[in-house]
């Protein structure tokens, strides 16, 4: 069965010196999307393009130590597509697609507004056309499984503090609304959602780097499989993996039939 592993590494060298690629290589994954390497190409050792024999496809931002997303498979992809044609934030290294066969893997890094007003305003327009993007995915009739740092808390199980969070970036309304219109309107399905509906301290990725957020499980759940609805129907089991600590987020891993 596929497994598949999203990972925000906040830094694909740090990471790489907590043993995330010692990690990784146990996982026996298919496929494992990572996100915000904060590296450039020049940065990139042949640990961290080819870990155990695993084929790497990146995107990298133009700004040094910044975002930057990627896909590693155990197969070699049919076809890759780096970026999803928006000139602003496909300078910022965010997207890498993935095809094997009618499976469809993209590693997606979206914006986060949470460091000043104008990033907040820059997530707002990457949300409009990204939203018409995911639409023209549904509608290529494929399988589709998105990886990734969605940067949205969607509801208030969501999150430990969803009501002192409301007015924070990350659980706005219109960002909650965005999701929720994915969803609803569009069809796609949140997988870990899907196996594990109620869950509430155990399904958090991210813990702010303040205060004791880890040591109290103050977690917010950003990081989502997002799938078609034939893919996601396969989906056998979930889990956030947090016996280590390589980011300030845990893996997430997602077994399909």
């Not at 931002?61 to 930057?68: F, H, Q, V």
């Not at 993996?241 to 980011?247: D, I, T």
């Amino acid at each position: 069965m596929p497994k598949i592993i999203s990972a925000n590494l906040n830094g694909i060298r740090s990471a790489a010196k907590k043993g995330f690629f010692e990690w990784m290589s146990q996982q026996d994954a298919d496929v494992v999307c990572v996100q915000e390497l904060k590296a450039q190409a020049a940065d990139m050792t042949p640990e961290f393009l080819r870990p155990d024999g695993y084929h790497g496809h990146f995107h990298y931002a133009e700004k040094k130590g910044y975002s930057g997303a990627g896909v590693y498979s155990v197969k070699e992809p049919d076809a890759v597509q780096i970026g999803f044609g928006s000139a602003e934030f496909d300078a910022e290294g965010r997207y890498v697609r993935c095809d094997f066969g009618n499976l469809s893997v993209i590693s997606v890094y979206c914006p986060s507004g949470s460091s000043s007003p104008e990033r907040q305003e820059a997530k707002f327009r990457f949300m409009d056309l990204f939203f018409p993007h995911l639409a023209g995915l549904q509608a290529e009739g494929r399988e589709l499984v998105i990886c990734g740092d969605w940067n949205i808390a969607h509801k208030e199980i969501d999150l430990k503090n969803w009501k002192s969070n409301q007015k924070n970036s990350g659980f706005l309304p219109e960002e909650r609304d965005w999701m929720s219109r994915l969803f609803d309107e569009q069809g796609w399905v949140d997988v870990y959602r899907r196996l594990h509906p109620d869950a509430t301290g155990e399904a958090y990725t991210w813990w702010s780097n303040r205060g004791q957020a880890w040591a109290n499980n103050v977690g917010w759940r950003i990081d989502y499989h997002v799938a078609t609805s034939g893919i996601a129907g396969t989906a056998q089991a979930a889990s956030i993996y947090k016996e280590q600590r390589f980011s300030d987020h845990a893996p997430l891993v997602i077994e399909y039939a």
